[in-house]
């Protein structure tokens, strides 16, 4: 635990903006750092444009898309996380092309625009999340011609606690169709499961399945 957690109020964990903000300030540094390989995969080759980043944590993806040339809205609900992202956007020179917004999703929607790409990387949460309508939301905003790119969990991860075990995690055929995309506006580009291969924080090999959807506006 860092300096700064030690006098802050216990966060409430009905609270999503407190449960995050908590959990980051347990540790300097939560997430890699690295961009998801798999959007790197998937985005590569796409024209660069106007992209929208939800659930951004850190940033890393964020950034990655920056140095690419894409200019970024990165949306997170921790402030904490944001100001992390921040920070190596800066450091990177990289701070007029990310535009960082803190929201929460479930309560205040997807921030309007239109984007070429919209990118939900592992928007789960063990709080109050509402992912379908948020999701459905990220599809409003896809310019014509542009891609929405949703990966999550298909399962949990094996050394994830009890509870996360028992929790329903939707398959990409699940996520495609909470998506209610109007008939004859999208292509469908991938719906499917990916498997990679991990460390677990043991330091042990381990196999992580994702479900991954994009599709494409017309």
Avoid at 48 to 57: E, H, M, P, R
Avoid at 98 to 113: H, K, M, T, Y
């Amino acid at each position: 635990m860092n300096d700064r957690a030690t006098d802050q109020p216990a966060p409430d964990p009905a609270d999503p903006a407190e449960f995050w903000e908590g959990r980051y300030r347990e540790r300097p540094q939560i997430w890699s750092g690295n961009v998801n390989a798999t959007l790197a995969a998937l985005v590569d080759g796409m024209p660069i444009g106007t992209a929208l980043d939800l659930g951004c944590g850190e940033g890393a993806d964020a950034v990655w898309l920056a140095e690419r040339g894409w200019q970024v809205t990165a949306v997170d609900i921790s402030a904490t996380a944001l100001e992390r992202g921040a920070a190596q956007a800066d450091r990177q020179g990289l701070a007029a092309r990310i535009d960082w917004v803190r929201r929460d999703l479930s309560a205040d929607g997807v921030p309007e625009g239109s984007f070429r790409l919209v990118a939900a990387t592992f928007l789960h949460s063990p709080v109050e999340l509402a992912r379908e309508e948020i999701l459905r939301g990220a599809a409003a905003t896809v310019a014509p011609g542009g891609s929405l790119v949703v990966i999550g969990h298909a399962e949990a991860p094996p050394w994830a606690p009890a509870p996360f075990h028992e929790r329903h995690f939707p398959s990409a055929d699940e996520t495609l169709r909470a998506l209610e995309l109007a008939e004859g506006e999208w292509d469908v580009g991938v719906c499917e499961h990916r498997t990679r291969t991990v460390k677990d924080p043991d330091g042990r090999p381990a196999e992580l399945i994702d479900a991954v959807v994009v599709v494409r506006r017309r």
